[in-house]
């Protein structure tokens, strides 16, 4: 695998993954209690990791895509947690902005976003509307200079706890593809609410709320790109979202396989037992090979639909096979919190649903080759 990153990757990779070890493990049990890590966020920030691709111009680290995707394998390999909060407010919310939005958006929010201290989250998911974005109900009714947004949000990553939000909406109810938009929201915005907070099978540090807008009234300036314009600017940054994921996936694969060799180094198991362990390595060094071809291309900006969506139908099938192989290798002993191995299978499942399903993926592929 380092056939393919340059020497300065490497150097960034061991700088990620020391920053992850030292600052971050020890908020875990904190995480798992539910607790959100603002207060490591803020510190994330400041050492420039919530804006790793982001130009200098807006107070990014100004890396390259593919040293984007390996800190979200760092740090996912640590706290899954971290790697979602930091791939959803990247990838879905400061490059949207960064592509779409106006010279005044972008100078307003992309220093904020990029340093930390504002926090993005993507609200695309509706009660009626979870795979097929195009079903979404939550409207934005033009008046005058403003739009009143009045729906529901549901399943948001960072909800509550994110300060902008960037918002997909109905404008036009009678053209065919209902004419979505998108827009910027700040949190406090009046008939702007926070709902239910969701108990999760895992990523226990991560909020997903649901959110209400009850006539949420906004400027015309709030609006991202042209009127009309939502539908393709959700799906360019899910193709990046998507590879976060994939690169999340990843890290927890690999945390989990970890953990299999030390246990078994210390409590040596049969033949059948050991052998398994290969089928393992070949599908991890497989997803790896996946995610970051992936990136690559991202990053050379050739067409990735297709890739960034087999790297996250594999990358995630790989994190929940191998997370719940682990288990099995462990034992009795994998089933306890005394090891990392039931939290790597908690975190894991989620990734072959969010930001969009296994059966989606599958189907954005098919699409792709005929």
Request: include cysteine; aromatic fraction near 8%.
């Amino acid at each position: 695998m380092d056939v393919l990153l340059t020497e300065e990757q490497r150097l960034w990779r061991d700088q990620v993954s020391a920053f992850a070890r030292q600052q971050i493990f020890p908020e875990i049990e904190a995480m798992e209690r539910g607790e959100f890590p603002r207060r490591l966020l803020s510190e994330m920030g400041r050492k420039g990791y919530l804006g790793i691709p982001i130009s200098t111009t807006y107070h990014g680290l100004g890396e390259d895509f593919m040293s984007y995707m390996i800190a979200i394998h760092e740090l996912s390999k640590v706290s899954a947690t971290i790697g979602v909060i930091v791939s959803v407010h990247t990838s879905v919310v400061t490059m949207p902005i960064l592509a779409f939005g106006t010279n005044d958006q972008k100078a307003s929010y992309a220093p904020l976003l990029a340093t930390g201290q504002k926090l993005g989250a993507f609200c695309l998911t509706e009660p009626t509307a979870g795979s097929d974005a195009s079903s979404i109900q939550l409207k934005a009714e033009r008046s005058d200079d403003h739009y009143v947004l009045t729906g529901t949000k549901i399943f948001i990553t960072s909800g509550g706890e994110a300060d902008l939000y960037l918002v997909f909406a109905v404008t036009d109810p009678s053209s065919a593809k209902k004419n979505i938009s998108a827009f910027i929201v700040e949190k406090g915005t009046p008939g702007f609410t926070i709902g239910k907070d969701e108990k999760k099978m895992g990523l226990h540090g991560s909020k997903t709320v649901t959110l209400h807008f009850d006539g949420v009234r906004i400027s015309k300036e709030q609006l991202l790109g042209a009127e009309g314009e939502g539908f393709r600017i959700a799906m360019s940054s899910l193709n990046a979202g998507r590879i976060g994921i994939a690169a999340q996936s990843l890290g927890i694969a690999e945390a989990a396989f970890s953990e299999a060799i030390s246990y078994l180094k210390q409590h040596p198991a049969g033949l059948e037992t050991t052998i398994r362990l290969g089928d393992l390595a070949a599908k991890w060094e497989a997803a790896k090979l996946l995610v970051y071809q992936a990136a690559s291309n991202k990053q050379a900006n050739r067409p990735v639909t297709k890739e960034a969506s087999m790297a996250k139908l594999f990358a995630s099938k790989t994190a929940v096979e191998i997370s719940t192989e682990v288990i099995h290798l462990l034992g009795m002993d994998g089933y306890t919190k005394r090891y990392n191995a039931e939290r790597y299978f908690r975190d894991a499942k989620v990734c072959e649903i969010y930001e969009g399903t296994s059966e989606i993926q599958r189907l954005v592929i098919c699409k792709q080759l005929i």
